[in-house]
C-alpha cells in the first residue's frame, strides 16, 4: 500500500513536471499555424515577402526547436567509475585525513566548498563529487558541472547541455523579437482586409446585387401582380446590401415564376446569400478570429522577450566570467583560499567561453557539442 502510494506521488509530481514543457510545446505548434498559415499563406499578397518572412522565420524555428531538444534529450555525463566508492570505504578515507588528501591528488579534485571540507561525497550516489560537481534532487543524480535545474525544460544544465541551453535563451528571445515585429507590422493589413476590405467587397457585392436585380425585377414585373409597381421599381435602382433589403431579395427570387427569370433569379438569390453572410461577419463577428490570434501571438511573445532579457544578461555574464549560477550563490575555493567564485576565469571573455561554446568559432551558434575538457576536470587561477 505504502509503495502504491509513494508511486502515485511519483507519477503525480512528473506530470506536474511535465507541464511547462507540454505547455511550450503547444504554444510553439500553435504560434506556428498562426504565423505561416493565418499570417503568411491566408493574409499576405506579396509573394517576395512570404517567402523572406518565412525563409527567416524558419531557420529561427529549426535553431530554437533543435536547441529545445538538444537540452532536454542530450543523455547526461555520468561521474566517470573511479569516484566511486562504497559507503564502508568512503568512512574509512573520510577517517584519515591524509588519505583522503592522497584521494584527492590521485582524481585530480582542486577545490574545496565554503564549508572547507577537502572531499565531498554524495551519499545518494555513492561517489567523490568531482570539481563542480552538484547532486540535483529534482533528477536524483549528481551533475558534472552543474549550472542549475531548469523547469521549462526539465532538465539538469551543466555540461553536457549548457551550450545547447545557452543558445536555446538566445535563439527564444530572437525567435519573439521576431514574431513582435512582423506581427506587429502586419496587423493593420490584417485589420483593413478583415474589416475595410469586407466593407468594400460589400460595396462590390451590393452592387452585383442591384445589376442582377434590376434586370430580374423588369422581367418578373409582370407576373409579381401582388407586388406593387412602384416598390419593385424602388428596389431595382436602391437595393443595397443592408440588412432589411437581402431578406426581400430573397422573398422575391423564391417566390418568382421558374420558367421565364431562372437565371436571374438564381444569379440574384447567389448574391443576396453572399453578401447577407458577408453582412453578418462584418455586422456580428466584431474582431476577426486571424487578428485576435495576432494580437495574442504579439501579447505572448512581448511578455516572453521583456522577461528573457535579465536571463539573458545574467547567463552571458555567467560566461563570461566562467561561473555556473550554482557558484554564484555557493562560492568553491581553492585550499586555504577565502571562497571566491572566480576561481575559473582563465582571464579573458574569449577564453572563458571557449570552455562552453568550444574552440571553433564557426560552431558556436549551432547546438552540437563542442565545450571543452571532460566535464571533470578543470584549469584553476594560478
Ligand atoms: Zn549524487
Ligand atoms: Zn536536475
Known sequence: ???????????????????????????????????????????????????????????????????????????????????????????????????????????????????????????????????????????????????????????????????????????????????????TGTLPRIWRRDWVGNLINNEEIGRTLRNTSAAFMLKARSSLSEIPTAELTANATSLTVSKSLIPAALAISASAPSSSSSSSTAEAAAAASTASSRTSLVDDAGLSPVFIQVVAVIFIYLVIMISLVPLLTFHNQLLDGNITTLEVYRPVSLPNCKGNSEIFDLGSVSANHKQIMGSQLWLWPFPVFTSLGDGVHYPVQG
Open 1 to 183: 500500500m505504502r509503495n502504491y502510494e509513494k508511486a502515485k506521488k511519483c507519477v503525480k509530481k512528473l506530470r506536474l513536471e511535465w507541464v511547462l514543457v507540454l505547455a511550450e510545446i503547444a504554444l510553439t505548434g500553435w504560434t506556428y499555424y498562426v504565423y505561416v498559415w493565418l499570417m503568411c499563406y491566408q493574409t499576405l499578397q506579396d509573394r517576395v515577402e512570404v517567402s523572406i518572412l518565412l525563409s527567416v522565420y524558419h531557420l529561427l524555428f529549426i535553431l530554437k526547436v533543435w536547441c529545445f531538444l538538444k537540452t532536454i534529450l542530450t543523455p547526461r555525463i555520468p561521474v566517470p567509475p573511479e569516484f566511486h566508492f562504497d559507503e564502508k570505504t568512503w568512512n574509512q578515507i573520510e577517517l584519515d585525513s591524509s588519505l583522503q588528501q592522497q584521494t584527492k591528488v590521485f582524481l585530480g579534485v582542486k577545490t574545496t566548498t565554503i564549508s572547507n571540507k577537502t572531499l565531498n561525497y554524495c551519499y545518494i550516489c555513492g561517489n567523490v563529487k568531482p570539481d563542480r560537481c552538484h547532486h540535483c534532487s529534482r533528477c536524483g543524480t549528481c551533475v558534472l558541472r552543474m549550472d542549475h535545474h531548469c523547469p521549462w525544460v526539465n532538465r539538469c544544465v551543466g555540461f553536457h547541455n549548457h551550450k545547447f541551453f545557452f543558445l536555446l535563451i538566445h535563439y527564444t528571445f530572437t525567435y519573439s523579437m521576431f514574431l513582435v515585429i512582423t506581427c
